[in-house]
């Protein structure tokens, strides 16, 4: 509404008010949120994907405002940098979510996430524990429905599942349902009339002791005159006697009423030790309400015994904008478990590190102070945040400072290092998105940039790398070659230290697999799924004839394989035993997100069809059905278009018997 717009590459959370304006990213770094679960103290939780073509995964997200995520640039190769997810929770498919904060349901269902699960056909509960600012989780079994789509509770307690049911990836007006879902001795009430209520009602219902009447009463109290509103709304703030939930209610409603002119009470109530994390953030919660907000409350609250507090501090120093908060920020000690993965290691990018939250959020508000001046000057008192950084602050000023570092520790061969590594990654910088192409479902992971372009600085940096280049010793040109893969600079002089994955394409002849008939290829469809239905199968004969059927041509079970086509390794966790079979006897009936085929045309009029196995800015990787794979330029590429079929043949399990693909199913049931 207010014309701001907003280029997002990679995904993540963006935050609007409902009259549309005053957007901003919250978070980014993710894949495939489709629903946020708000707890009463504004922590968010997600289930998110990573990549479904080549693994699909589900990861149980924390959010911390303005934290990076890394999905999918930084995620495995740089997880030093950001702030891991809470578990990888193996395949499956999240959508919708809900913070359960209702006293009408028993506690060993109140005040918990629930997250459904469309691979899994199932709603999941997760049990929090405070870790310093973070969380940790324990994932629950709660309630099975097929093909869930979405959960929500209505102002009664009720609570409302949707399922897909068997839609198929395109829908369908004939398949799905909803259901509802109430606690045993529930009782219905009416939800009141807010629209009638007087202002000294409104107070009462926003002491309820439920998220959806709290969250309507405050909706309602922001449309009544303010003066009225703030007073009824600061006494519920300021009464200790209340539930901590209740009170912040109060906090942020007051908040929204009066904006900066609610500066003062806001930093009374931040005086309580139980109140201090939420008035703090009220406080720089709306970006044109900080005209009167100092900043002093927030630089000591950075030392507060309180890390939530301290979290909160470090994120409002960021969004007060003042540059005299930098010396601050840049005492953060960063912890001994930020490490950069091993060569050909993926980090820990779903393992909870409460210990690096506090020192990532003073990296992403300095980087939105755009403290070149503080940083330079703290690498010589806090080198490990100074660096981190100004990895991302592509000033000419910044290459500067390093260099000048770098010459006035020549003893100091650990911090030399690391300031090489710095300048690697400044030699580049992301290029602008303009939207024009995306990155499909099997995005280039390697980082640290999509798309590297050069900048102003680059040729300085280069030619300052290959100078300590040529006065190296063999041993230490070594870590140049490691910094030339790690951040693809692409610099000759350096050369390479990685070692090329060897591919091996397998052959296999679909035509004459096809063309035998055994029991399956001689009966229905419906009779074949009816029978591996009843049958166990063995998972033994099912792995040989995983191979022996071709499914090996286009298909990895295993994460150190090559990628081919789509990735086997969960899809027991994303379909149960009926939809494989059917999966496999009719594979143009659902074609999923990573699953699809291509048909890409180039300028020199051939074509090529097949799985897209990976992709870059640059070129992408086509692996056709007999298992060969081409690497094509995208500069060279006329046209690209998604196939409605399936490039699975019809009929590759025709000549096995019904207990020969009840093995297979089985196997294929495993691999989770």
């Known amino acids: 509404r207010s014309g701001q717009k907003m280029t997002m590459l990679g995904g993540g959370i963006v935050r609007v008010r409902p009259d549309g304006t005053e957007m901003e990213v919250y978070a980014h770094g993710t894949r495939n949120i489709y629903d946020v679960a708000i707890d009463p103290f504004m922590n968010i939780f997600t289930r998110g994907n990573t990549n479904d073509g080549g693994g699909w995964n589900i990861r149980f997200i924390h959010y911390v405002q303005s934290g990076e995520l890394g999905y999918p640039i930084l995620f495995k190769n740089f997880t030093d940098e950001i702030i891991p997810a809470l578990a990888d929770l193996g395949g499956g498919s999240g959508t919708g979510s809900y913070f359960m904060d209702d006293d009408r349901w028993p506690v060993q269902f109140n005040h918990v996430p629930m997250m459904a699960d ?15 600012p973070g969380f940790r989780q324990e994932e629950e079994n709660f309630i099975k429905l097929s093909q869930i789509t979405d959960v929500d509770v209505d102002g009664s307690g009720r609570m409302f599942l949707s399922a897909w049911d068997g839609a198929g990836y395109k829908g369908s007006p004939d398949k799905g349902f909803v259901v509802k879902v109430v606690p045993k001795g529930w009782s219905y009430q009416a939800f009141p009339d807010l629209k009638s209520a007087s202002v000294a009602d409104l107070g009462g219902f926003l002491k309820a002791g439920n998220s959806v009447t709290r969250f309507h009463a405050q909706q309602e109290l922001l449309q009544r005159p303010g003066e009225e509103a703030a007073a009824v709304a600061l006494k519920i703030a300021a009464d200790r006697t209340l539930p901590l939930s209740v009170r912040v209610a109060g906090v942020y409603t007051y908040a929204q009423v009066t904006c900066s002119d609610g500066v003062q009470e806001l930093l009374k109530l931040s005086q309580e030790d139980k109140m201090r ?23 000591d609250a950075v030392h507060d015994a309180n890390p939530r507090v301290q979290a909160v501090a470090i994120v409002s120093l960021g969004r007060l904008g003042k540059e005299a908060a930098a010396t ?23 393992t909870p590190n409460a210990d690096i939250i506090l020192p990532h959020l003073a990296v992403r508000s300095l980087v939105a102070l755009n403290a070149v001046d503080a940083a330079v000057k703290s690498i010589e008192t806090n080198p490990k945040l100074a660096l981190w950084t100004l990895r991302y602050l592509h000033s ?40 024009s192409w995306w990155w499909s479902t099997r995005p280039d992971t390697h980082g640290p940039y999509y798309k590297g372009i050069s900048w102003e600085a680059s040729e300085k940096i280069k030619s300052f790398l290959i100078q ?15 910094l030339n893969d790690r951040n693809r600079m692409d610099i000759a002089e350096f050369g390479t230290a990685a070692v090329e994955m060897a591919s091996e394409d397998v052959k296999v ?72 079979t ?16 291509f048909l890409v045309e180039t300028n020199d009029d051939k074509s090529y069809m097949g799985f897209i196995t990976a992709e870059s800015a640059d070129e992408l990787t086509i692996r056709d059905i007999t298992g060969k794979a081409t690497i094509l330029e995208k500069k060279n590429i006329k ?22 693909l009840a093995s297979l199913v089985t196997y294929l049931q495993q691999q989770k």
């Open 509 to 580: 002849d679909f035509e004459a697999i096809k063309g035998q008939k055994g029991q399956v290829g001689k009966s229905s469809i419906e009779d074949v799924i009816l029978a591996v239905t009843e049958l166990k199968g063995d998972a033994n004969v099912g792995k040989a004839l995983f191979t022996s059927q071709g499914c090996i041509a286009c298909h990895s079970i295993s994460k150190g394989e090559v990628q081919k086509g789509p990735f086997m390794g969960q899809i027991g966790s994303i379909m149960n035993r009926d939809q494989i």
């Open 277 to 299: 994390e939420f008035a703090l953030r009220a406080l720089t919660d709306r970006k044109t309400c900080l005209e009167s907000v100092p900043i002093k409350p927030f630089i």
């Open 468 to 482: 300590e280049f040529n006065s190296a010793d063999p041993a230490e040109k070594d870590y140049f070659a490691w």
């Open 328 to 350: 601050t920020l840049l005492e953060i000690p960063v912890p001994s478990t930020a490490k950069i993965p091993e060569t050909g290691t993926e980090g820990p990018h779903a």
């Open 396 to 435: 000419p000023k910044a290459v500067d400072g390093l260099i000048a570092a770098y010459k006035t520790h020549k003893d100091d061969q650990d911090l030399k290092n690391e300031i090489l590594s710095t300048l690697s990654r400044l030699y580049q910088k992301e290029a602008p998105y303009d939207g």
């Open 582 to 597: 059917e999966s496999i006897l009719k594979p143009n009936a659902s074609i999923s997100q990573g699953f699809a085929s």
């Open 118 to 132: 469309w691979g899994q056909s199932e709603l999941f509960i997760h049990r929090l524990t405070m870790d310093g």
């Open 639 to 660: 046209d690209r278009k998604e196939l409605e079929n399936s490039m699975m043949p019809v009929g590759l399990a025709n000549s096995l018997s019904f207990e020969e």
